[in-house]
């Protein structure tokens, strides 16, 4: 019998590998190293992923790494900006991941593409940066939010967005922009206290930089205020 070795992932992308669908054809979308389309392969969640990336030199390390992990036969590579190169239909795509950039170039690589709006097609999101631009952008451009789940990486809190395509515009309220539509509804976030803190701070520091610039600083106060309800409805002290 074959014996199973997997890449480890840490807490970030295993959270991102947990919301494909177990039997899915994912499609890693700038897999640089491609521990995920590796461990889902490898792991028996998925019988077959597609790993793509922009720049020839993650996607040759990627594909020396399924190799070293004998899982090469079962990852398609691609090398492609976004999903434009490639054609994800004709591969069985099922759940997309666009991982580890920035929320805009995140929004960019989905805009560029109408596959993504395929009924049923899963989108896993993980910005680093720019998270309330990309929130914003999902639903305005009709992308139902289907959860929005908190991990840590390092000593820094990230989020992680699965969704699908609905074609219905949503429109937040700058709270919901800045912190999500609904959070605190996922019980097991166990990061949700550090991230409200970490939150607070930063609203503080913007907020005091305005005030001692002599701009308006309602929106702050207004983001604060909202933060502070949401931490004492969880039983937080974010002080
Ligand atoms: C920081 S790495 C993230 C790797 C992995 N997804 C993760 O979450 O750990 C970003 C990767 O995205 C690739 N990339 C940047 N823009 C891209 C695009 N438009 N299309 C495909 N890949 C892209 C880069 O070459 C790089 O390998």
Do not use: W
Request: net charge negative.
């Amino acid at each position: 019998m074959k014996k199973i070795r997997l890449p480890v992932l840490d807490e970030r992308m295993l959270l991102i590998a947990s919301q494909v669908r177990e039997g899915g054809i994912p499609a890693d979308v700038g897999t640089d190293h491609g521990y995920v389309p590796i461990y889902l392969v490898e792991s028996g969640l998925c019988p077959r992923a597609v790993a793509t990336d922009i720049n020839s030199k993650p996607l040759d390390i990627a594909r020396t790494n399924a190799k070293s992990y004998g899982a090469d036969d079962k990852i398609t590579f691609c090398l492609s900006d976004g999903l434009r190169e490639f054609d994800p239909a004709a591969l069985g795509v099922t759940d997309v991941i666009v991982a580890g950039m920035g929320g805009e170039l995140i929004a960019s690589i989905i805009g560029a593409t109408d596959f993504v709006k395929t009924p049923g097609v899963r989108l896993i999101l993980q910005p680093m940066s720019s998270v309330p631009e990309l929130r914003g952008y999902l639903y305005e451009m009709g992308y139902d939010v289907k959860r929005e789940k908190l991990c840590r990486a390092g000593d820094k809190i990230y989020t992680c967005f699965t969704a699908e395509y609905d074609g219905v515009s949503r429109t937040l309220t700058d709270a919901e922009l800045c912190l999500g539509r609904d959070i605190g509804s996922e019980e097991s976030d166990e990061y949700l206290n550090e991230f409200l803190v970490r939150t607070a701070t930063k609203l503080r520091v913007r907020l005091e930089g305005r005030r001692r610039g002599g701009l308006p600083t309602e929106r702050e106060e207004a983001l604060l205020s909202e933060v502070s309800a949401i931490a004492k409805a969880r039983g937080f002290d974010i002080k």
